[in-house]
Nanobody, 120 residues
Framework: HVQLVESGGGSVQAGGSLRLSCAAS????????MAWSRQAPGKEREVIAS???????TYADFVKGRFTISSDNVKNILDLEINGLEVDDTAMYYC???????????????WGQGTQVTVS
């Protein structure tokens, strides 16, 4: 079983930066694939980036180098650093996890409650 709690969201001006953090409680020996996703008002949820237990990362095309995902397997923390924030980045950001091959199409079955990012 996996429990996820996000933090670090807030209201920022365009061009600014944020670091989102996810504290994971993982009750299994095998590490799940972990990712950050977001959902903007009126839009479908989209996966931003994923990282597997070995630290291999996959990014969505729209990231354009502005997002960096990182994980600390000892502390069970998953971070997302966002630079050059744009108004279109306004969304609820979710920490998520799943099993199987780790990429953007992984079946993410565990979700946190989300943290809101608002860019103006």
């Amino acid at each position: 079983h996996v429990q996820l709690v996000e933090s670090g969201g807030g209201s920022v001006q365009a061009g600014g930066s944020l670091r989102l953090s996810c504290a994971a409680s993982i009750e299994t020996i095998r590490r799940p694939c972990m990712a950050w996703s977001r959902q903007a008002p009126g839009k479908e949820r989209e996966v931003i980036a994923s990282v597997d237990g070995d630290g291999r990362t996959t990014y969505a095309d729209f990231v354009k180098g502005r997002f960096t995902i990182s994980s600390d397997n000892v502390k069970n923390i998953l971070d997302l650093e966002i630079n050059g924030l744009e108004v279109d980045d306004t969304a609820m950001y979710y920490c998520t996890a799943g099993w199987g091959y780790c990429d953007l199409q992984t079946d993410f079955i565990y979700w946190g409650q989300g943290t809101q990012v608002t860019v103006s």
